[in-house]
């Protein structure tokens, strides 16, 4: 049987009757945008991220781009932001009318080098925007130190790291204000788009909460250029569900992960693990000189993977304004990493599977 890399109707079937419910309930409520399940749903999830405000908008993208929006930073701006991200990161800065000035990772964490980041400030740099990419928080500290020594804000790209702590504290609180993803296939995921907007800083939560609606805090005023991008009731609904089961569905990954750490053999580069870091495990992956080969062995024998990503963003036709610039961590990221089934459909006879047939390749 073919072992898939993920299967949306498996991962969201333990959760049909409850979903059926609340399809019923907001149904009936005749109330679809801005309504009490969307409330509910932003006063739970701030509080499992113990921050004081969240807020339900209409993507990961949107999320990030109304964040840097927020900050109301003069136009052209310099933001910094991996090398190595998914390419939404880097569309919300040049969306909110600013410059992606894009930092290395470190080799082992695959996030953002902390070390790289002060030779990229200079006057015109206003904020850095850090990715907990895979599920692994960044090294915040040293981050953390280089915002306050250069006065320059945080955001946090959370969309792969719903629940992640560093030194035990949950990723989302160390920025300013950080964006969520509740894109179907994130650990948190809803059925459709949705994202949302954390942070503890009252006058960055009013702002934030007038652009996702047409900038207007009193309906029909408008005080600021806003957009729409609200979330959905009924996603809203589904993910009040989902949410209780956040902190399992993290745990099923991390047992999966726990196998691969510690039986794949040694020509495989496994994920770094530190007590500081609790890393839930988004996307599981290897890198290996002989990737492509082996994604292929594997799908021969039935196991299907995944690259991410196989094109860096200083190397997409979208971003060619960069394609001048050199990443070498970046792209030897690129062309040597595979993601492994690491979902909750995946027991740990499936992974153990994926393990005896990879430590014979
Ligand atoms: C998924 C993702 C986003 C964008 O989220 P959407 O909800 O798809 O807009 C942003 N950043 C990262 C790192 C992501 O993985």
Known sequence: MTIEYENLFRVNEPYFDKFRQKFEEVLQSGWFILGKNVKKF??????????????????????????????ELEKDSD????????????????????NPILVEPDLNTYNINPALIEESITKRTKAI??????GKPCDMDPIVEICRKYNLFLIEDCAQAHGAKYKGKIVGGFGDLSGFSFYPTKNLGCLGDGGAIVTNNDELHKKTEMLRNYGS??????????LNSRLDEIQAAFLIVKLEYLDLINMHK???????????????IKPAIHDDFFDVYHIFNIRHKKRDELKEYLKKNNIQTEIHYPV?????????????????????IHN?????????IHTRDDIYRVIDLMNKF
Do not use: W
């Open 79 to 98: 933001i910094i932001v991996p090398s190595n991200t998914y390419i939404a990161s880097i569309l919300s800065i040049i969306l909110a009318g600013h």
């Open 129 to 134: 925007m850090v990715v907990h990419l895979y």
């Open 336 to 344: 040597t990493t595979l993601s492994l089934p690491v979902s909750t």
């Open 217 to 226: 805090g009193k309906k029909y005023h408008n005080e600021l250029i806003g």
């Open 254 to 268: 991390r047992e999966l992960a726990s196998l691969y750490l510690s039986n794949l053999k040694e020509d495989f």
């Open 42 to 71: 932003e006063s739970e999830f701030a509080a499992y991220n113990d921050l004081k405000y969240c807020l339900g908008v209409a993507s990961g993208l949107d999320a990030l781009t109304i964040s840097l929006l927020a900050l």
């Open 312 to 332: 860096p963003p200083h190397k997409q036709k979208a971003l060619s304004f960069l394609s001048h610039l050199k990443f070498p961590v970046s792209d030897e």
